[in-house]
């Protein structure tokens, strides 16, 4: 039996640290000796400030409690096995391993729930794999065709790993919208070819479209003004790929006019599915293999902007929901005197 810590939600923005006992690995279990994980600044954050609906059932296996609270959240950790139970032929004690689970220092889970990562790769990188493979659902989501435009509102994680793929996928311009100087500076610097402020972008997509409009513009900002902003940005008969969660939020949108009379598509992407089109070639295996052989390819490491020990997490959240636009990507590591 080993003593793990954990991050808990305990009410609206209220962070608890529990002890969490775990036991040795049982049969086809592993014991993992968390390395890092990331913090969520899209769903992860809606959960911490209490905006997602108490009653939607939970997700995923590793997660505890439930969205009216307490609950223990998170999705992106990375670890090395330290033990493994019967039955256990893969992974194997001293494996760098993805999970989806949440942030705690020790942890016990099926081993088929574990992804292999190279055994070279820094484990920082390794925690990009959930964003990661949300990013190759939504640029299959988006349909885009060789040579088309694209613009991507929300420089956060998950628009980074957006703006890196499309460019991946033949897009002939990417463009983003972020209203951050920062942020739009690591635009340019992963690929995108014109970053934009906030200010009248229907009008400066069109002057770089030769009055076209963008062919396809992705929302992943979270904001529901930017939602707005992306349908009126794009041409007749463009897509607009909604990849935010808004939880409680609503959205108000104004859907006549140019969305009513040029047919704007607004198309729905969430991870949880595999787009129907790819389904006799593609499975969440298959997507998440390719995920994982990404990562040595992009560029990432820009994109971790502070690394905290949990034991800090209570600040660290604090921080995160009075300052959102501070960081982009934000780590618990667990290393000694971490936790």
């Known amino acids: 039996m080993r003593t793990g810590c954990a991050v808990w939600f305990s009410a609206p923005r209220t962070v608890e640290l529990r002890d969490e006992q775990v036991a040795e690995p049982g049969s086809g279990e592993v014991r993992i000796q968390a390395l890092a994980s990331a913090i969520s600044r899209g769903t992860e954050m809606l959960v911490y400030r209490g905006e997602v609906p108490a009653e939607l059932a939970l997700d995923l296996p590793s997660l505890a409690g439930g969205f009216g609270f307490p609950i223990k959240y998170g999705y992106a950790s990375v670890g090395r096995v330290d033990a493994v139970g019967e039955g256990v032929m893969r ?3 001293g494996d760098l391993v993805f999970a989806l689970h949440p942030h705690q220092s020790v942890y016990s889970l099926p081993a088929e729930l574990t992804v292999p990562l190279p055994p070279t790769l820094d484990p920082e990188l390794g925690t990009f794999t959930a964003n990661l493979e949300s990013a190759i659902s939504i640029v299959h989501d988006a349909q885009l065709r060789l ?7 929300g420089s956060g994680v998950v628009g980074l790993l957006v703006t890196q793929l499309l460019r991946r996928s033949g897009a002939g311009r990417v463009l983003t919208v972020d209203p951050l100087e920062r942020r739009r500076a690591l635009a340019r610097r992963v690929g995108a070819d014109e970053t934009l402020a906030p200010d009248a ?3 400066r997509v069109r002057e770089l479209t030769d009055g076209r409009g963008a062919d396809v513009a ?3 900002s ?3 003004a930017a939602l707005q902003q992306a349908v009126e940005a794009v041409a007749s008969e463009g897509t607009v790929v909604v990849a935010s969660w808004y939880g ?7 859907l006549g006019g140019h969305f009513h009379r040029g ?10 599915r595999i787009a129907p089109e790819l389904s006799a070639r593609w499975d969440h295996a298959r997507r998440l293999t390719t995920a994982v052989e990404l990562l040595p390819q992009l560029e990432l490491a820009p994109l971790v902007s502070s690394r905290e020990p949990l034991h800090a997490a209570a600040d660290v959240y604090r921080r995160l929901d009075e300052h959102p636009d501070k960081d982009v990507l934000t780590l618990f590591t667990y290393g000694d005197g971490d936790v």
């Open 248 to 254: 409680v939020k609503p959205v108000p949108l104004e």
């Open 222 to 224: 979270g904001s529901t």
């Open 201 to 203: 972008v229907a009008a």
């Open 218 to 220: 992705v929302e992943v």
């Open 91 to 93: 992974p194997v004690p």
């Open 147 to 153: 040579g088309e435009t694209a613009v991507v509102f």
């Open 263 to 272: 047919r704007v598509r607004l198309h729905s992407s969430q991870v949880g």
